[in-house]
């Protein structure tokens, strides 16, 4: 059950325009959860000045000081062995203390997935946490994971990935039973790595709460085939680049013609209601923030060079994640899959 009051540990230090775009970002996000308040781990010197020209967020927040805070060069082990009293551990220590119910970083990635794991532990079955984010689709948004932490994954680890991602697209998109799809290179039974073969058939098999459509290709995410697109962190990793890559492309081409001549600039005048609804569309910090599911505790990772809006987007997620009770329907939608999901060996 959600508690009455969230509370979220928030790492004041992590990203690139920190503490400036974490506190504002706050403020943002006031205004759809005026309720949540915030304890801000990171260097008080910093973080009260910001804090002191929002006095209504400043009302929400508590700030607990440490000089310390984890580099973007620090590699994940380094981060474990020196950073126990960093902004990044000490808000994951808050989640593992029960004094918030969720973490919210722009900090380095492995070191935020390496310290919450060590701190959060998995839930029962779980063998990997995998990161999850939201991908814009023609018809409306899909979840795809693994987006990078596990870069090889066996047939078991790829059903795990499935039941996480199903129960993260009923919290977030409110689909009661989520279509899933494995990526692959083709539609057909036969094809793809055994691995790949291997969850097909568990998937195919099992008994959950969604909707299992097979195998989709690159193209079908955007198309909005799947609502949960499960792959390795390889092929996600990859794809969640290439697409962000893609849209920088295609947006830099736009300018380009409409600046060509005098009618192309008399054609943006025109055009501008319609390219502004289009901007709103695929704007990447409406879907910014990319969860680490599996864990016993609610983290969720912010892209580093995201700005204030970006990051209030992820702070929307740790919240609607805790009060969807994303934990505990995941422990429960394995209860229907036995023995199936039994852990595989991690070498």
Excluded: W
């Excluded at 059903?159 to 009923?170: H, I, L, T």
């Excluded at 899933?180 to 195919?204: C, D, F, I, T």
């Amino acid at each position: 059950m959600a508690p009455a009051t969230i509370t979220l540990a928030l790492d004041a230090m992590g990203g690139d325009h920190a503490p400036d775009h974490v506190v504002r970002g706050a403020a943002i996000a006031r205004e759809r959860f005026p309720t949540v308040r915030y304890l801000l781990f990171g260097d008080e010197r910093k973080i009260k000045p910001l804090l002191d020209k929002a006095p209504k967020i400043a009302a929400l927040s508590e700030i607990r000081h440490t000089d310390e805070a984890i580099g973007d060069s620090d590699k994940p082990a380094q981060a474990l062995r020196r950073g126990a009293r960093s902004s990044m551990r000490l808000a994951i220590d808050a989640v593992r203390d029960n004094d918030a119910q969720g973490v919210v970083s722009a900090g380095n990635t492995g070191a935020l997935m390496a310290m919450a794991r060590f701190v959060l532990k998995t839930l029962p079955t779980i063998d990997r946490p995998a990161i999850v984010g939201l991908f814009p689709t023609v018809k409306s948004e899909c979840t795809m994971l693994d987006l990078g932490a596990n870069v090889e994954c066996d047939a078991n680890t790829l059903v795990q990935f499935a039941v996480m991602g199903s129960a993260f697209a009923r919290t977030l998109l409110g689909i009661e039973r989520p279509r899933v799809g494995l990526l692959n290179v083709g539609s057909e039974e036969l094809k793809g790595h055994e691995e790949v073969r291997g969850a097909y058939q568990l998937l195919k098999d099992g008994d959950l709460p969604l909707e299992f459509i097979g195998y989709v290709e690159g193209s079908d995410i955007p198309a909005g085939t799947a609502d949960v697109v499960v792959t390795d962190g390889f092929t996600g990793n990859v794809a969640l680049k290439t697409a962000e890559g893609t849209a920088r492309l295609y947006t830099n081409f736009l300018a380009k013609a409409f600046r060509r001549s005098l009618m192309s600039k008399l054609g943006y005048l025109l055009a501008r209601p319609a390219l502004k609804t289009l901007r709103a569309r695929v704007d990447p910090r409406v879907y910014n923030g990319a969860m680490f599911v599996g864990l016993n505790g609610i983290v969720v990772k912010s892209h580093g060079s995201m700005d204030a809006m970006g990051f209030a987007s992820a702070i929307g997620v740790a919240v609607d994640m805790v009060r969807g009770n994303i934990s505990e329907r995941i422990v429960a939608d394995f209860k229907h899959f036995g023995a199936k999901t039994a852990p595989a060996t991690v070498a």
